[in-house]
């Protein structure tokens, strides 16, 4: 629990852990700079926190979408395998992806309205819960208009964007084996009985539930899975964990030391995911509809920069070719 070697030997600890919240604020700037660096010097981008917001405004249509999905497929093809599409673990995948790919790129480089509905379908596919492009298709909300093209053709970006780095090592199943560990050491009377089995699987479940919420937070980025579940259940009961870190990290060879470093480490982490989670619930409409309209200025100035950089590259071609001819 303290070094996690396994998970520091993924792709995701190499490509998307970060050891300070400062590294991590750094990426973040270096992507908006380069957005703005886009941009002619009177036309202002997003500031990073704007560009936080918009996206995170974006985890919640695509959660929404999930919800869309289990409601039309509980109605229409209950016994079909998209309704598998919506497990914790697809979502929670869908949301790293999506935001994976905003720590390097902006949503001057693909609006993540038209990127999120492309993140569940990858998903989909990397938490082996496939679902057919017309079927995934045919699930979306009229209002959304995406195309299947659109879907496919922003795979590849998506992917190369989070440097195809597919496995999600989520807080999800180390939450399940806490949850196997700390029932077997209840069966066994270690905990006190104050501690009863009724209060455990409230205090579990409780904590899946706030385990996904805290997947659109940067605990995913700075905190290793059994850090971040351990976290979601001292949200819940704090006196569980201790107790649980005080079995696994007995006194004696500095072991209690260790104990006491990952305790301090859990609360943090329950800390961050917390404040994060109190800004979305806080966050307002008017404030999202302005960024848009924004980064819509923004995109605006860019193509109208792009399409005439292309007609003056035409019109160079055309005197190369004129000019050949007349040779």
């Not at 819960?129 to 995406?146: M, T």
């Not at 500095?254 to 329950?270: D, I, K, N, W």
Request: charged fraction near 25%; charge should be neutral; glycine fraction near 4%.
């Amino acid at each position: 629990m303290i070094s996690d070697e396994a998970y520091r030997s993924s792709t995701q600890y190499r490509h998307f852990s970060f050891p300070s919240k400062e590294k991590l604020n750094a990426q973040r700037a270096r992507a908006n700079a380069n957005a703005q660096s886009r941009l002619p010097p009177e036309i202002s981008y997003l500031t990073v926190d704007e560009d936080i917001e918009l996206i995170d405004h974006y985890v919640t249509k695509l959660w929404e979408l999930c919800r869309h999905f289990r409601a039309k497929s509980a109605v229409r093809v209950p016994l079909l395998s998209c309704c598998r599409l919506l497990t914790p673990s697809t979502q929670v995948a869908a949301t790293s992806f999506l935001l994976r790919y905003y720590l390097h790129n902006t949503p001057l480089t693909i609006h993540p309205h038209s990127l999120y509905p492309t993140a569940l379908f990858l998903a989909s596919k990397t938490e082996n819960q496939f679902i057919p492009l017309d079927r995934f298709k045919s699930h979306l909300p009229a209002n959304l208009n995406i195309d299947e093209s659109q879907i496919t053709t922003l795979e590849f970006p998506l992917s190369t964007g989070i440097q195809f780095s597919f496995t999600i090592w989520s807080c999800l199943r180390a939450l399940w084996g806490f949850g196997l560990e700390i029932t077997t050491l209840l069966n066994e009377g270690a905990f006190p009985e104050s501690i009863d089995k009724d209060r455990v699987k409230k205090v579990l479940d409780d904590a899946r539930s706030w385990a996904s919420e805290s997947s659109r937070t940067d605990a995913q980025f700075l905190y290793t899975p059994p850090q971040i579940a351990l976290a979601c259940i001292r949200h819940y009961n704090k006196e569980i964990v201790r107790l649980f870190v005080d079995i696994k990290f007995p006194p004696g060879m500095g072991a209690a030391e260790l104990g006491q470093r990952l305790l301090q480490t859990v609360e943090e982490c329950e800390a961050l995911i917390a404040e994060r989670l109190g800004v979305i619930a806080r966050r307002k409409g008017g404030e999202i509809e302005e960024i848009e309209t924004k980064l819509a200025r923004c995109i605006e100035v860019l193509d109208s920069m792009e399409h005439s950089a292309k007609r003056k590259a035409d019109s160079a071609d055309e005197r190369e070719a004129k000019k050949s001819k007349s040779d």
